[in-house]
């Protein structure tokens, strides 16, 4: 069978998306010797790929809009080029498939419904748009894929997509590496938060729970990964700093260390040498950071929402995400608490031990296999 896949997150390889398309394809490429693959990309991307999968460029053609163009190629020329090469099944592997019913069955991974819940997404009229296509082309789909029961509720109420057409099949966790010295610098024992930084994410807040709770009292660092130039520099200030007098604050213990992207390999020596990961984001379809971090064996102290209890098992601690005080006591009694931080540790990782990149392939070619 010849499967066709929209892989343009490949190109982007610091995304959740981008993680989840290398991530699922290397599995398959392990699992999967019988179907012939052809990722569809609009840049070539340097990867060892095994004989039956094929990267196949597609350009795109210049537009006065970049997210026309970026239409156009999902929704246009990927479709025509899955026709060229008389593909069997197509795997559209974030919702981009085109409003036009195709010729061949076609599955869809929906990993969230935040572009239609959060009007952040949609401020634009080119984003309405394109989520308003989007939307409605899903109702073409033979069949979705997603990460989690919380989003596959979510699909149901909010896309009107049939319960009996949306799979959930979790994510697994990334390959362990060799242990490196560490390539950022660290001075002291600190927290980590690994994620985006657009409004769900709430970093804000946690950037102010760890100034008035924890900054000048305890010796810990907070490690924004990716957080450089995102303009939260200016939420550092000294309002929570106790005084020596009207004027001159105490210095604080604690420090904040915005860095640049990382890759996979300088981010897990971070998962592995962090005190916790603290994630407060107020929406995720699955928080693919926390399952990482359990599976390093890191304390994890995260937002009370669904889906963290549900890929965590809730072997987690867990705060209110809206209330700077209640992010704040959470951190600083699990910190206070190592005996606890210890057991928090192996019931996560041993959790984490049933999310794995070959159980999420295999469960991607049982949906392929449905309509062979």
């Not at 938060?193 to 950037?207: A, S």
């Not at 907070?222 to 939260?232: A, H, P």
């Not at 005080?325 to 005996?339: C, F, K, M, V, W």
């Amino acid at each position: 069978m010849k499967i066709g896949i929209n892989a343009r997150f490949l190109t982007q390889p610091y995304t959740g998306t981008g993680q989840y398309t290398r991530l699922l394809l290397s599995a398959l490429a392990r699992l999967d010797s019988a179907n012939e693959y052809f990722l569809f990309t609009p840049e070539l991307v340097e990867w060892n790929l095994p004989d039956h999968f094929h990267q196949l460029r597609i350009l795109e053609k210049p537009s006065y809009s970049l997210s026309l163009q970026k239409a156009h190629w999902e929704h246009v020329l990927v479709p025509q080029e899955m026709k060229k090469w008389k593909i069997d099944l197509a795997h559209f592997l974030y919702p981009s498939n085109p409003w036009a019913r195709l010729p061949f069955p076609t599955i869809v991974t929906v990993h969230d419904v935040i572009p239609w819940i959060f009007p952040a997404y949609r401020t634009r009229w080119r984003s309405k748009l394109y989520q308003f296509y989007a939307r409605h082309a899903l109702k073409k789909a033979d069949h979705v894929i997603t990460p989690s029961h919380f989003s596959k509720k979510e699909i149901v109420s909010t896309l009107k997509v049939k319960e009996k057409n949306i799979t959930v099949i979790p994510h697994g966790v990334p390959p362990a590496f060799p242990t490196l010295g560490p390539t950022v610098p660290l001075r002291r024992p600190f927290l980590l938060y690994v994620g985006g930084y657009d409004e769900r994410k709430n970093v804000p807040r946690l950037i102010q729970a760890f100034l008035k709770y924890l900054a000048h009292e305890t010796a810990f660092d907070l490690i924004l990964v990716g957080g450089k130039k995102k303009g939260l520099e200016s939420l550092i200030t000294d309002e929570y700093a106790p005084r020596v007098s009207a004027t001159i604050p105490v210095q604080p213990k604690g420090h904040i260390i915005f860095t640049d992207q990382l890759d996979a390999r300088e981010l897990d020596i971070l998962y592995h040498q962090a005190t916790l990961l603290v994630h407060p984001s107020l929406y995720e379809g699955f928080n693919l950071p926390v399952l990482e971090a359990m599976a390093a064996g890191l304390p994890v102290a995260a937002a009370d929402i669904p889906v963290n209890r549900e890929v965590t098992g809730e072997h987690a601690v867990f705060f209110d995400p809206l209330s700077i005080d209640s992010i704040g006591q959470t951190l600083r009694s699990l910190l206070a608490n190592a005996p606890f931080q210890k057991i928090l540790a192996q019931d996560a990782r041993e959790k984490a031990r049933e999310y794995r990149w070959e159980k999420s392939a295999e469960e991607t070619l049982n949906v392929y296999n449905l309509f062979i």
